[in-house]
């Protein structure tokens, strides 16, 4: 059972491009959840995705956006990239049952795609 | 507000010895959740332990066991008989009740060191 896979691992771009990032949820999850974490810190709610649509956003500007496909996998597209933008970025998973659940909230991450912006 | 507060950076111990790690937390919400994440050096994201607000005994999954205080709004994680593997950064998060609200907010989160 394949669990949240993320391309690529490791980037570099330089101030003023655009970046997208994927991510692949685990098997029968249908919701993304997207990430920032910077050096040394915790990670950072960037948006999350649900049936196409951004259903939740964080404190990010619109610089930030995404998209979800029909098989669940998702795109995070960043432009105009800041020095600041460097970071792990981490893609989680879950599924829209569970969120209702018990457990609600429980999510599955992937190993991430770290970003550096020169 | 800060709203997930670890004050411990760093922490050494000593390999199958316990360790307890601090969490505490900001909410005006009655209902929410607290998770404990495990981060090795890998990147990756690991579920270790919840808590829901209206649980009335404390969590626990294997060696890990959480220590939830709710009138302190606090949420420390326990790990008993530290193993080598168990170095790694450990997050404290919350996800507060609103059906509408599916964040996970995080703490800094705390370096753990473990020695042979």
């Known amino acids: 059972d394949a669990g949240v896979t993320q391309s690529p691992t490791h980037l570099i771009k330089t101030r003023g491009q655009q970046v997208t990032l994927r991510c692949s949820p685990k098997?029968?999850?249908?919701?993304v959840s997207w990430y920032q974490q910077a050096l040394g810190q915790g990670p950072q709610f960037i948006f999350q995705?649900?049936?196409?649509?951004?259903?939740q956003r964080g404190n990010f500007p619109d610089r930030f956006s995404g998209h979800q496909f029909p098989n669940y996998s998702s795109e995070l597209n960043v432009n105009a990239l800041l020095l600041g933008d460097s970071a792990l970025y981490l893609c989680?998973?879950?599924?829209?049952?569970?969120?209702?659940?018990?457990?609600?909230?429980?999510?599955?991450f992937g190993e991430g795609s770290r970003l550096t912006v020169l | 507000a800060q709203k997930i507060t670890q004050t411990q950076p760093g922490m050494f111990v000593q390999e199958k010895e316990a360790v307890t790690l601090d969490c505490t937390y900001d909410?005006?919400?009655?209902?929410?959740?607290l998770f404990w994440y495990k981060q090795p050096s890998s990147g990756e994201m690991i579920f270790l332990i919840y808590?829901?607000?209206?649980?009335?005994q404390n969590a626990t999954e294997g060696r890990y066991s959480l220590n939830f205080q709710k009138a302190r709004k606090s949420a420390n994680l326990v790990i008993s008989a530290s193993q080598l593997g168990d170095s790694a950064m450990y997050f404290c998060?919350?996800?507060?009740?609103?059906?509408?609200?599916?964040?996970?907010?995080f703490g800094a989160g705390t370096t753990v060191t473990v020695r042979a």
């Open positions: 989680a998973s879950s599924s829209q049952a569970d969120l209702a659940g018990p457990r609600t909230g429980e999510l599955f």
């Open positions: 098997s029968g999850h249908d919701t």
């Open positions: 995705y649900y049936e196409e649509e951004e259903r």
């Open positions: 909410t005006s919400d009655p209902s929410y959740g």
């Open positions: 808590q829901g607000s209206y649980d009335q």
């Open positions: 998060a919350m996800r507060e009740g609103g059906s509408n609200d599916y964040k996970l907010s």
